[in-house]
């Protein structure tokens, strides 16, 4: 039995009894007083009767109008509060991009600095080196000067990204061939280091949205960097899909190679700035490779972890099948 139903019944009984009522009423004072006296009596009864009914009525209409207007003042409080997540959420997002903006800015500040640093270093070295008539003068002058080389290709590269003169272009690839094109490549790259690429995939299919020139530049700076880095060993490769909370469906490569580890300074400055390493009268150093690399999956979504390992170093590359992922999640939040 809903409300109004028991309100009817209430009623309809309430009205019954006042007719009772009165019947009872004019029957006990007939014989008692007068019929005018008594028909004015029942009168102001019925007129307070109706009076009480009338009042009765425009309280439920009040009633009902406060609930109409407390509804629509619940409705306006939960747009507002939606509102301000919403401007929140955007005032979250303004302060992680000053963060970012800032710390870009500052990176590209000690970028600067250590460039001049590098640059100064290489014409030291290179000043000196023409005053020595030793046997092998000439290769360490050509060493210098294809690390000079290097360096000036990744700061045009660097240049293009922040520039954003280029711009990925997304479309479906099947990431699987290209892993094995570069896998020849890589190889053919590492026997002057006798290096050996070992690659491990445990998917048969593996479809990407991304550009396929950016994912190569990026995956070949990182494995060139490392086989630069070493000699006489072998380079791990592994390929795992996996469900990212942020990226949605990733791929996710690490890459292990025994030998040479980083100190925590050049770890430190590996993804901002020029990092140099000599061996031997040689340059062996990654330069800008890390920091070109890490702008490329920036700007694809992804991103680049390098660490040592037990034996060696590692870096991890993470990058989402669909880099529309995160924006589609944003909006169905709101």
């Not at 019954?16 to 005018?36: A, D, E, P, Q």
């Not at 009338?54 to 507002?80: D, F, I, P, V």
């Not at 030291?124 to 210098?144: A, C, K, P």
Request: proline fraction near 1%.
């Amino acid at each position: 039995m809903n409300s109004r139903t028991r309100i009817r019944q209430y009623l309809i009984f309430s009205f019954v009894m006042w007719i009772v009522s009165g019947g009872l009423v004019v029957l006990l004072t007939l014989n008692y007083i007068s019929f005018i006296h008594l028909a004015l009596m029942v009168s102001s009864i019925v007129i307070a009767a109706i009076f009480s009914l009338l009042t009765l009525n425009q309280s439920q209409k009040e009633l009902a109008e406060s609930n109409k207007s407390h509804g629509y003042t619940k409705r306006q409080m939960q747009e507002h509060q939606l509102k301000i997540d919403r401007f929140k959420y955007d005032s979250k997002k303004a302060g992680e991009l000053r963060r970012i903006v800032l710390n870009s800015t500052q990176e590209k500040d000690h970028s600067l600095q250590n460039m001049a640093s590098a640059l100064d270093y290489s014409m030291n070295v290179i000043i000196e080196l023409t005053s020595n008539t030793e046997v092998g003068t000439m290769d360490q002058i050509r060493t210098r000067a294809n690390g000079m080389k290097r360096y000036a290709a990744d700061l045009q590269a660097l240049a293009k990204l922040e520039l954003k003169a280029e711009l990925p272009e997304h479309v479906e690839i099947d990431f699987l061939s290209q892993l094995e094109e570069l896998h020849e490549k890589w190889s053919q790259f590492g026997k002057n280091r006798k290096v050996k690429i070992k690659l491990d995939v445990r998917d048969d299919q593996m479809p990407v949205i991304s550009d396929k020139n950016w994912i190569e530049n990026l995956l070949s700076r990182v494995v060139q960097s490392l086989i630069r880095l070493n000699e006489n060993t072998v380079l791990e490769v592994n390929l795992i899909g996996y469900h990212d909370a942020e990226m949605g469906d990733a791929l996710r490569l690490s890459f292990a190679i025994d030998g040479r580890m980083l100190t925590e300074l050049q770890l430190k400055h590996l993804m901002a700035e020029y990092v140099s390493i000599i061996a031997d009268g040689h340059e062996v150093g990654p330069g800008l490779s890390f920091v070109v690399a890490r702008r490329l999956a920036q700007m694809l979504n992804g991103q680049v972890e390098v660490n040592n390992g037990t034996h060696g170093i590692e870096v991890v590359v993470v990058l989402p099948r669909n880099p529309e992922f995160n924006n589609v999640e944003t909006e169905k939040r709101f």
